[in-house]
């Protein structure tokens, strides 16, 4: 087939032109990247967000605005650019439905999107987070209908998992393995030659559905190890034992283990949902994959967990939930970042607000998030609210929170109750009764 070699023609001369269909904290550092090689043509539905682009300001935490260079990346609101272009990478969200099932919504959009101007020759790779065979049986019909071309005969199709760690400063795209499944062997050579000046050392594997496997399993590894290290802090505590000092010990252990650690709950896009992705699909191979979900049942406990620290705390001083002021530490799902989606601070604000609390939010980071019962806005400053409050809780592990002097020094004159779920401040547990870690 000609037009694949004329791919591969395109790829070896850098005049590949590489449409981007999602510009997100996925896409938006792929366009980036590949913007200088390749040409790249952004599409993104939002036109609020190519304006910005357009401008040359980035909305991404991980992409400066100096790294838009505008001589070779083109955001645009007009998915007929797309024409243009050989390659077209999808990395749109996969969220999850009320009842944890897969939303393929945005997939399925895309597709068609991709599907109506999709010509013979084009090359299809799918980037976003999803279940072992939606590549291959959802998202490949879906641009045959649209197009009434031939998948493999026509066009070419791929998946590639995405490995973006928002807020770190050691891994990017650029220095981070990329794994590559195309439709055949010969799809999967094109991928790589396509991503290896781009991306970090390119690893083939056999199929679609067996590159979108790894990246549940890198995923499902962390749920399900975070929610381990949950329910270890929650048997320890019961026997007086410090969690965090006993994993610090365990991490001297040079082989055979790797760290992880309680919290108020697991946050972000994809931690807490990619794993539901799977056990979805695996019951519909006839397998209740009830370790997955279990994980997923003790991490949403935490925040439960966090809320009843906290009302320990306040009985020790006779004081109960409803009238207490309490002041939340972090709202960001994880330290030193902004991102609130999924955060466990939601659900935490949530049940306080049940149980009759006043609240006040401060994150050095996040301006503000929204629960069930309105926005909270983090004050803007921190110490005189320490003042204001009877109970601090630690949800996010900021740096500014860390070893924090000023609360300390209140833990010390025994004029705060601090909940700490991330052991922020590295006080032994037990060393005063109104300094509660997980
Ligand atoms: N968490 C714990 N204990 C831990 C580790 C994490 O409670 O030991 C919590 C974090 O506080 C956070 C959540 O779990 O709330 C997720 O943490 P994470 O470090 O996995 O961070 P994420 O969600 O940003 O994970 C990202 C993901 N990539 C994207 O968001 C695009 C994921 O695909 C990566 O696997 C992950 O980075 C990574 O590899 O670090």
């Given at each position: 087939?000609?037009?694949?070699?004329?791919?591969?023609?395109?790829?070896?001369?850098?005049?590949?032109?590489v449409?981007?269909?999602?510009?997100?904290?996925?896409?938006?550092?792929?366009a980036?990247?590949?913007?200088?090689?390749?040409?790249?043509?952004?599409?993104?539905?939002?036109?609020?967000?190519?304006?910005?682009?357009?401008?040359?300001r980035?909305?991404?935490?991980?992409?400066?605005?100096?790294?838009?260079?505008?001589?070779?990346?083109?955001p645009?609101?007009?998915?007929?650019?797309?024409?243009?272009c050989?390659?077209?990478?999808?990395?749109?969200?996969?969220?999850l439905?009320?009842d944890?099932?897969?939303?393929?919504?945005?997939?399925?959009?895309?597709?068609?999107?991709?599907?109506k101007?999709?010509?013979?020759?084009?090359?299809?790779?799918?980037?976003?987070?999803?279940?072992?065979?939606?590549t291959?049986?959802?998202?490949?019909?879906?641009?045959?209908?649209?197009?009434?071309?031939?998948?493999?005969?026509?066009?070419?199709l791929?998946?590639?998992?995405?490995?973006?760690?928002?807020?770190?400063?050691?891994?990017?795209?650029?220095?981070?393995?990329?794994?590559?499944?195309?439709?055949?062997?010969?799809?999967?050579?094109?991928?790589?030659?396509?991503?290896?000046?781009?991306?970090?050392?390119?690893?083939?594997?056999?199929?679609?559905?067996?590159?979108?496997?790894?990246?549940?399993?890198?995923?499902i590894?962390?749920?399900?190890n975070?929610?381990?290290?949950?329910?270890?802090s929650?048997?320890?505590?019961?026997?007086?034992?410090?969690?965090?000092?006993?994993?610090?010990?365990?991490?001297?252990?040079?082989?055979?283990?790797?760290?992880?650690?309680?919290?108020?709950?697991?946050?972000?896009?994809?931690?807490?949902?990619?794993?539901?992705?799977?056990?979805?699909?695996?019951?519909?191979?006839g397998?209740i994959?009830?370790?997955?979900?279990?994980?997923?049942?003790?991490?949403?406990?935490?925040?439960?967990?966090?809320?009843?620290?906290?009302?320990?705390?306040?009985?020790?001083?006779?004081?109960?939930?409803?009238?207490?002021?309490i002041?939340?530490?972090?709202?960001?799902?994880?330290?030193?970042?902004?991102?609130?989606?999924?955060?466990p601070?939601?659900?935490?604000?949530?049940?306080?607000?049940?149980?009759?609390?006043?609240?006040?939010?401060?994150?050095?980071?996040?301006?503000?998030?929204?629960?069930?019962?309105?926005?909270?806005?983090?004050?803007?400053?921190?110490?005189?609210?320490?003042e204001?409050?009877?109970?601090?809780?630690?949800?996010?592990?900021?740096?500014?929170?860390?070893?924090?002097?000023?609360?300390?020094?209140?833990?010390?004159?025994?004029?705060?109750?601090?909940?700490d779920?991330?052991?922020?401040?590295?006080?032994?547990?037990?060393?005063?009764?109104?300094?509660?870690?997980?």
């Amino acid at each position: 087939m000609n037009w694949i070699s004329s791919l591969e023609d395109k790829i070896k001369e850098k005049t590949a032109v590489v449409g981007i269909v999602g510009l997100g904290y996925v896409g938006l550092p792929l366009a980036v990247s590949f913007s200088k090689i390749f040409k790249v043509i952004g599409y993104n539905n939002h036109k609020e967000k190519v304006k910005m682009l357009q401008s040359g300001r980035s909305y991404i935490e991980d992409v400066k605005d100096e790294d838009i260079n505008l001589e070779t990346f083109r955001p645009t609101d007009d998915y007929y650019e797309l024409e243009k272009c050989d390659f077209i990478i999808i990395a749109v969200p996969t969220p999850l439905r009320q009842d944890k099932s897969p939303d393929l919504s945005y997939i399925e959009n895309a597709a068609e999107t991709v599907g109506k101007i999709l010509k013979k020759g084009h090359f299809v790779i799918l980037k976003s987070t999803t279940y072992p065979g939606t590549t291959e049986d959802f998202m490949a019909p879906i641009l045959e209908e649209t197009s009434q071309l031939k998948v493999a005969e026509d066009f070419g199709l791929a998946y590639s998992p995405e490995r973006v760690d928002p807020g770190n400063k050691e891994y990017n795209i650029e220095n981070t393995a990329n794994v590559v499944g195309g439709l055949t062997p010969e799809f999967t050579r094109i991928c790589r030659m396509l991503f290896e000046d781009v991306t970090g050392t390119i690893i083939e594997v056999k199929d679609c559905k067996t590159a979108e496997a790894v990246k549940m399993i890198e995923n499902i590894f962390r749920n399900v190890n975070i929610a381990l290290v949950n329910e270890l802090s929650l048997i320890f505590e019961k026997m007086d034992i410090d969690v965090w000092e006993s994993i610090e010990a365990a991490k001297t252990k040079p082989y055979g283990f790797m760290p992880f650690y309680p919290g108020p709950g697991v946050g972000g896009h994809c931690i807490p949902l990619d794993p539901y992705y799977l056990s979805y699909r695996a019951k519909h191979f006839g397998i209740i994959p009830r370790f997955i979900e279990t994980a997923g049942e003790i991490n949403d406990f935490m925040p439960i967990h966090t809320v009843n620290l906290a009302k320990k705390g306040l009985q020790k001083m006779d004081k109960r939930l409803r009238g207490s002021r309490i002041l939340l530490l972090g709202i960001a799902y994880k330290s030193n970042i902004s991102d609130t989606r999924e955060s466990p601070a939601k659900n935490i604000i949530e049940e306080l607000k049940e149980a009759g609390a006043s609240i006040k939010v401060y994150d050095p980071h996040s301006e503000c998030i929204h629960t069930r019962y309105g926005s909270f806005k983090s004050e803007e400053n921190f110490i005189n609210n320490l003042e204001w409050a009877d109970c601090a809780i630690i949800i996010t592990d900021h740096d500014e929170f860390l070893e924090n002097s000023a609360i300390i020094n209140l833990i010390k004159k025994r004029e705060l109750i601090v909940v700490d779920t991330r052991n922020a401040l590295k006080l032994s547990k037990g060393d005063f009764d109104n300094y509660i870690k997980l």
